[in-house]
Nanobody
């Protein structure tokens, strides 16, 4: 069974940094596209960032200039470096992977595999 395992969430003060990781297990070859979504309390899940072969990168406007997505050469592991964190970045962050391009218009049903989520809390 293919799984995405996230790590790196936690509690940080506003202005701080965190690095999320998402590793694939149960699959010998990489994905076409991987990305991150987040869901804040009482809100819908929203797109954050993605990376698609060969190396096309997309960000939602609210994180541009603060977050950086990267991947390993196999496209089985993806990272999200988050700098300048704000209280409004508080959410559960989910890793996503699939055979179609993942971007801000991606519907949940178009994602092949979801991670279990990792909580990021930014205190003011």
């Amino acid at each position: 069974q293919v799984q995405l395992v996230e790590s790196g969430g936690g509690l940080v003060q506003a202005g701080g940094s965190l690095r999320l990781s998402c590793a694939t297990s149960g699959r010998s070859f990489g994905f076409y596209s991987m990305g991150w979504f987040r869901q804040a309390p009482g809100k819908e899940r929203e797109f954050v960032a993605s990376i698609t072969r060969p190396n096309n990168i997309y960000y939602t406007n609210s994180v541009k200039g603060r977050f950086t997505i990267s991947r390993d050469v196999t496209m089985k592991t993806v990272y999200l470096q988050m700098n300048g964190l704000k209280p409004e970045d508080t959410a559960v962050y989910y890793c996503a992977a699939g055979s179609k391009r993942i971007d801000i218009s991606t519907a949940a049903v178009d994602v092949d595999v979801w991670g279990q989520g990792t909580l990021v809390t930014v205190s003011s």
